[in-house]
């Protein structure tokens, strides 16, 4: 589980998913499977979590990685290019974005 702290030195990544309701539960089954048998296991991972919003049109992932360059290389990773292949085709898009931590209560 992310533990957000003022001390974090690593990347954050937020990704937004935008989906129809109809898809909601296929986009989270192949993100839990992504996070379980591929993510959990490269090198700098730390920890992630997904959200989704009331309305079932929004899926969140908060992850940290121990470095941009871990987080990339998992990308990179053919596993994680054919897994995004076919997440691409349960959502309308994806988007990453790296994040520092600037305050935490």
Known sequence: MPKISNDFHGQTVITTFELTPATADDLMEALQAAFSEVIRNQPG????ALHINDARTRICNYSQWESRGHYQAMLRSPEMRERNRH???????????????????
Do not use: D, R
């Not at 991972?45 to 992630?48: N, T, V």
């Not at 997440?87 to 209560?105: D, H, Q, S």
């Open 45 to 48: 991972f730390i920890s992630a």
């Open 87 to 105: 997440i691409n085709t349960l959502c309308k898009g994806f988007e990453p974005v790296m994040y520092e931590v600037a305050g935490a209560i």
